[in-house]
């Protein structure tokens, strides 16, 4: 069974940086794509960053130039690496892949 | 980018009834679609991927259809469990989520 445990979430000022991690078990990193989504409280799911097998990335426009997307393989964990963090990035954090889910690390961005 | 449309926004209905939940995409996704559920406090949880086939261990009362820019998730007769909000999804460029739709009691 596919097993995403997220971790790194807290409380950090507007404009800080936090890492988030994704250890992944049972399926490997270096082979899957790996998606990062976030859910404000109450609003629904976004996509926000994707790595890909072949080691591409991309974001959503609203996370480009702000967060970076990597992976370590002998780890089997992907990283979220968010800086300049807004109050709007305030949201639960999800990683996933072929439709396994973590359970999600939440994220709070307030003075 | 291509953008997901969900229909209706909320659906109000009671046990045992059938839900049909309409997933529109801005172009073409071919079959690249999947739903989701989702509890208050819980992680999505996959139901149809490639637009049609159920996901492990999902109720074969959860049914999806269709192709390039018009999908539907059907429930053939509600159980208490199945109340929840229902995304759609597309990996056919990149990804996008749409916005749900919350199936609640009536």
């Known amino acids: 069974e596919v097993q995403l445990v997220e971790s790194g979430g807290g409380l950090v000022q507007p404009g800080g940086s936090l890492r988030l991690s994704c250890a992944v078990s049972?399926?490997?990193?270096?082979?899957?794509?790996m998606t990062w989504v976030r859910q404000a409280p109450g609003k629904g799911l976004e996509w926000i960053s994707v790595?890909?097998?072949?080691?591409?990335?991309y974001y959503a426009d609203s996370v480009k130039g702000r967060f970076t997307i990597s992976r370590d393989n002998s780890k089997n964990t992907v990283y979220l690496q968010m800086n300049n963090l807004r109050v709007e990035d305030t949201s639960v954090y999800y990683c996933?892949?072929?439709?396994?889910w973590g359970q999600g690390t939440l994220v709070t961005v307030s003075s | 980018e291509i953008v997901l449309t969900q229909s209706p926004a909320t659906l109000s209905l009671s046990p045992g009834e059938r839900a049909t939940l309409a997933c529109r995409a801005s172009?073409?996704?071919?079959?690249?679609l999947a739903w989701y559920q989702q509890k208050p406090g819980q992680a999505p949880r996959l139901l149809i991927y490639?637009?049609?086939n159920r996901a492990t261990g999902i109720p074969a009362r959860f049914s999806g259809s269709g192709s390039g820019t018009d999908f539907t998730l059907t429930i053939s007769s509600l159980e208490p469990e199945d109340f929840a909000v229902y995304y759609c999804?597309?990996?056919?460029?990149?990804?996008?989520f749409g916005p749900g739709t919350k199936v609640d009691i009536k």
């Open positions: 490639d637009a049609s």
């Open positions: 996933a892949s072929w439709g396994a």
């Open positions: 172009q073409s996704v071919s079959s690249s």
């Open positions: 790595i890909y097998r072949g080691g591409g990335t």
């Open positions: 999804q597309q990996r056919s460029s990149l990804f996008t």
């Open positions: 049972a399926i490997s990193v270096s082979n899957n794509y």
